[in-house]
């Protein structure tokens, strides 16, 4: 409350609008499962497109675990593809990784001759994985003359803090004779701006002293090319990286192992580790590199006499190919449930990690069922799948979108939804039959990375209120299994979401059924609906929190409730003809009691009449004549 305690005029900004509850966005999914590259624990990234994905989290290519027969798809890469060619738009993943006989990280090192025998370069792959499996070129460059001539003085131009130059004579054939130093920028006892030149060893070297013996001077740096292991190339370029870890540019910084932004971490691959942390680190990376490629050149020459060839306009690479990269033994139920360490909050892995992002409605683990009919993973594939139901419902405004085993029959998959029993899950059936893009050849894929992305789209074109089904299946060249209306008259019943083939329209999802054995919420648009106004009120209401609990706040609370629902209503997302069929809010006396007040508990009553699909279109048709009672 403002206060007057002088005469004056007094102008206040006040608003004579309400408040107003925007509804939540329903279409935000995340998939939790192995991925051949990526962080396995922390907060799970968004993600916009497939791009998005291969970048931080490696390409489609198979998968490789060490406690399986030869590789597998790559179900969840795969699904990501499928969500976003069939409307999805924001999408997070959770990877789930289990080591095996290593951590998994893929590494090389490159070694150091003389006279740095003993110091080594390390490169390791960020993250575990196969995709970590990478091939790194260095290509290393010297500059033009940076010395030069001001008033008389010497002076230099293009230098940067701790730059590796190489210092010789112009009088010597293409700069041999020269050296290896790191510039260092300081102030002169007068103030004013200069430069000394530090060797690997001995006395540093003023600039104004390099006229008398030394007239060439030349900056070294690199760029870096990272190729990964996949079956369509792909290759990321770094230009202009210096070799001394002080460098804001450097090796040491660019390819940090405690990167300064998490934008960083995701999307740098590799990790540069030198050996040793003295001032001269700077030289000795790049006298490394020098030596290597030098070794590498026809005939071998020494480093030193590499530079002056550098100078006179080759090229120096070293290409390293790391190696070790490893996909783990297959995740098991407890990965994909995951954990948080009681020390660090932040570390979080599988479905705990995706706990802490507040805006996803739907949850899929695809591939998770593969081998779901075998004795030594069918407890998993069902423990993985009870996870993913308990975490929606725990979670509230999420359903858990269910893949059915590969290889099931009717009769187990009848089987396999009798597992479970909860509104807030949907099984689908059979897997989804395509082109995989990595090998050309048709292969079975999980239904629920399509499911995920025809919610999507659905919730778009039409609003979560219309069920998400009768919608075409994008990529399908087919399915698992053609079932017919027979087969699917057994299914339908029981919660089982089927995938069917039309002639003349197509390869649709031909289901909406929630796994339950409640009637109230069989169908998916109703449970994701509610979930949608829930999770719409909720938000929108937290301002009521500390107010004073009377009248004027009940008010405002039905008020602001009841403007919310009118626009779903008015927009035909609710059942009746006028809103008083369409839904009810009440929040007074009659919801409260003095208990209520005197705990600080203000009780608002909701009632909405949903709109339930037609999911058996009926037509009555029979024969009259002219003269018959119509």
């Not at 208990?595 to 909405?608: F, H, K, M, Q, S």
């Amino acid at each position: 409350m403002p206060e007057y305690l002088a005469p004056g005029v007094y102008v206040e900004e006040t608003s004579f609008r309400t408040k107003s509850i925007e509804g939540v966005s329903t279409s935000t999914a995340a998939f939790v499962g192995p991925t051949r590259f990526g962080p396995t624990w922390g907060s799970p990234e968004l993600l916009t497109s497939v791009a998005d994905f291969e970048r931080i989290y490696g390409s489609l290519d198979p998968l490789t675990f060490e406690d399986g027969n030869g590789s597998i798809p790559n179900y969840l890469a795969q699904a990501v593809r499928a969500f976003f060619n069939n409307g999805g738009q924001r999408l997070y993943v959770s990877r789930t990784f289990h080591p095996g006989a290593t951590d998994g990280h893929a590494q090389t090192t490159i070694t150091a001759g003389s006279p740095l025998q003993g110091e080594s370069i390390t490169l390791s792959a960020r993250y575990p994985g196969s995709g970590g499996n990478l091939t790194v070129t260095f290509s290393v460059f010297a500059g033009q003359n940076v010395l030069t001539s001001v008033a008389g003085a010497s002076a230099i131009r293009n230098v940067s803090p701790y730059d590796v130059v190489w210092i010789s004579h112009l009088s010597s054939p293409l700069g041999s004779g020269g050296a290896l130093y790191w510039a260092e920028s300081y102030r002169d006892l007068n103030n004013n701006p200069a430069w000394r030149f530090h060797p690997q060893s001995g006395p540093a070297r003023e600039l104004s002293s390099l006229v008398a013996g030394f007239d060439d001077v030349r900056v070294l740096e690199a760029s870096v090319q990272v190729s990964y292991p996949d079956s369509t190339p792909r290759d990321d370029f770094y230009d202009g990286v210096a070799f001394d870890p002080r460098n804001s540019n450097s090796f040491a910084t660019l390819f940090a192992q405690k990167p300064g932004s998490r934008q960083q971490e995701l999307i740098e691959p590799l990790i540069f580790l030198y050996s040793s942390n003295t001032p001269t680190a700077g030289i000795e990376i790049a006298q490394i590199m020098l030596n290597q490629i030098a070794l590498n050149q026809i005939p071998p020459v020494d480093a030193s006499q590499f530079v002056p060839q550098l100078i006179a306009g080759k090229t120096g690479q070293l290409t390293r190919a790391l190696s070790g990269g490893s996909d783990g033994f297959r995740p098991r139920a407890a990965d994909f449930e995951g954990f948080e360490d009681p020390d660090n909050s932040q570390i979080k892995t599988g479905l705990k990690a995706l706990e802490d992002v507040t805006d996803v409605s739907i949850v899929a683990a695809p591939g998770s069922s593969f081998g779901g009919e075998s004795n030594d993973y069918k407890d998993d594939a069902l423990t993985i799948m009870d996870s993913l139901i308990a975490h929606c419902e725990n979670m509230r405004y999420r359903i858990a979108v269910c893949d059915s085993a590969d290889n099931q029959t009717v009769s187990q998959v009848t089987a396999y939804r009798a597992r479970i029993d909860s509104s807030y899950a949907a099984l689908y059936y059979p897997w989804v039959r395509i082109v995989d893009p990595i090998t050309g050849l048709e292969g079975n894929f999980p239904p629920s990375g399509y499911v995920c992305g025809i919610y999507a789209r659905n919730d778009v074109a039409n609003g979560v209120h219309k069920a998400p089904a009768n919608e075409i299946v994008t990529d399908a060249i087919g399915f698992e299994l053609l079932l017919n209306k027979a087969q699917q008259d057994v299914l339908n019943p029981e919660g089982v979401n089927c995938f069917r083939f039309f002639e003349g329209r197509g390869y649709r999802l031909w289901g909406a059924r929630t796994a339950t054995s409640d009637a109230e919420w069989k169908y998916v648009n109703l449970r994701r609906y509610m979930n949608y106004l829930k999770q719409s009120i909720d938000v929108g209401t937290q301002f009521a929190v500390f107010q004073n609990n009377g009248p004027d706040l009940w008010g405002q609370i039905t008020q602001l409730i009841t403007d919310f629902l009118y626009n779903e209503f008015r927009s035909g997302r609710l059942f009746g003809t006028k809103k008083e069929e369409a839904f009810f809010v009440r929040c007074d006396m009659t919801t409260m009691t003095q208990n209520d007040l005197d705990n600080g508990r203000l009780v608002c009553l909701i009632g909405v009449a949903l709109l339930r699909p037609a999911e058996f279109v009926i037509f009555r048709i029979g024969q009259f004549t002219a003269s018959a009672q119509q």
